[in-house]
T-cell receptor, first 112, second 113 residues
């Protein structure tokens, strides 16, 4: 079993809708969680980090972490065509912060 | 503020050769990590350096090595190249150690023929 799993998609949503991206992880020792966005042909860029159970909001983005159920999700409200990209879920263990373990990524397509 | 700079951006090598990739982190960042990205395996961690010391290493063969200099610039080297080493090699920097909040460079695209 992979340490971090995501649906590869593609996930298609209409403009203005909420896009929901999910990620599960296998090791309860996982400490920190991150969402990166990668446009085609570009490098990943950090969108959100979340370290404790609950929700964390930043503009149109909300990250949700549930350590008991071992999942982390990303909600994108009012989705825009410019949000079309691959979203990468990543996690790290305690004291290994720079060593990220990435999921395969979910391709999101926002249709005008 | 300049971002993470990687050179060269593209390179083509043949099997058995070696390659050195360079990374200049964001000014003030002391931690540099390297990742390999392929369509099949996705993003995989190679190594992390902080203050010239390797803090973490991924599950790659010894042909993959790296180092960090006193100015935080980093290099990675792959010796005896194999076809499967064809990938995008991404460098990322962060201000401190032990953080997953990384800033990635544009990558070095390596093709091994």
């Amino acid at each position: 079993q992979k340490e971090v799993e995501q649906n590869s998609g593609p996930l298609s949503v209409p403009e203005g809708a909420i896009a929901s991206l999910n990620c599960t992880y296998s090791d309860r020792g996982s400490q920190s969680f991150f969402w990166y966005r990668q446009y085609s042909g570009k490098s990943p860029e950090l969108i959100m980090s979340i370290y404790s159970n609950g929700d964390k909001e930043d503009g149109r983005f909300t990250a949700q972490l549930n350590k008991a159920s071992q999942y982390v999700s990303l909600l994108i409200r009012d989705s825009q065509p410019s949000d079309s990209a691959t979203y990468l879920c990543a996690m790290s263990y305690y004291n290994q912060g720079g060593k990220l373990i990435f999921g395969q990524g979910t391709e999101l397509s926002v249709k005008p | 503020k300049a971002g993470v700079t990687q050179t060269p951006r593209y390179l083509i090598k043949t099997r058995g050769q070696q390659v050195t990739l360079s990374c200049s982190p964001i000014s003030g960042h002391r931690s540099v990590s390297w990742y390999q990205q392929t369509p099949g395996q996705g993003l995989q961690f190679l190594f992390e350096y902080f203050s010239e010391t390797q803090r973490n290493k991924g599950n790659f063969p010894g042909r993959f090595s790296g180092r960090q200099f006193s100015n935080s610039r980093s290099e990675m080297n792959v010796s005896t190249l194999e076809l499967g080493d064809s990938a995008l090699y991404l460098c990322a920097s962060s201000f401190g150690a032990n953080t997953g909040e990384l800033f990635f460079g544009e990558g070095s695209r390596l093709t091994v023929l």
